[in-house]
């Protein structure tokens, strides 16, 4: 394809910096690909009817890593047209209105990576160990992912 | 929240420039959302076993204006706690591997916004009137969008 080498890669980043669409997405956009769908999660100012000032991230980057690989394994598993794909995670802290997480995929034709993308985020909050802490106006707290499959087992 | 107004909001734009991924999922970022989706059409380098050279869009803006806001409001009926949808086409020449189409759209959980950019995107490709002319290396041919319901009428 116009003499690029353009074999499939995945790029998983573990990062203090700003997350950027543009940056993430140039990852994956393909020459050969039509579609690139992303999913980007930013903080939110309320969680159960309280105020959020910011959110902080944590986590032990060698397993996080290991989990985010299966779940790129898994997508090129169930949609083999997929061609790249990037998971980059936010550590540290994360103001309101700022990406903590963006899921980006490319692929000839849109289902794919629309697809691809929706299974990419939902599996990382439910397998992917990485700790938020919710700080409130007045106070704060350590929350697990309460869709992770550990969450119920760590006591 | 945060004692900024926060309406939900359309933004509808054709234009020849180049379409970036921050410069419009910006446009939908909340501070009262922690979900932004976008999927960007990106130009493919082939087409039925030719190369593409380029693509070419032309529309007739204010017809396909009309038809992209009637797909802001149906995705507003079908999910409602969809807080703001871009909608971004460029027009004019778009050189292999750039963005033809973005759509952003913002919600405070990520499930709202998944699904409707998937709508949004089929919507926009099935419904509004802008006409694609492949450029191949060695030819050119001028296209309707094979999915557009008046893609059988016209002839």
Redesign the interface.
Known sequence: ??GIVDEPEDFITLTEDKL???EV?ALV??????????????????FDGK?VKHLEYEAYAPMAKVEIKKICTNIRLKWPSVRHIAIHHRLGTVP??EASVIVAI?S?H?AE??EA??YG?NALKATVPIWKKEVYEEEYSWKENKECFWAKTIK
Chains 1, 2 share one sequence.
């Not at 956009?29 to 309320?46: D, E, H, K, W």
């Open positions: 394809m116009n950027l669409a543009d997405s956009i393909s020459p050969s690909c039509g579609a690139v769908s992303l999913f980007i999660g930013t903080t939110r100012n309320n105020k309101i209105s490319s000839p849109r990576s629309l993308v929706q985020i």
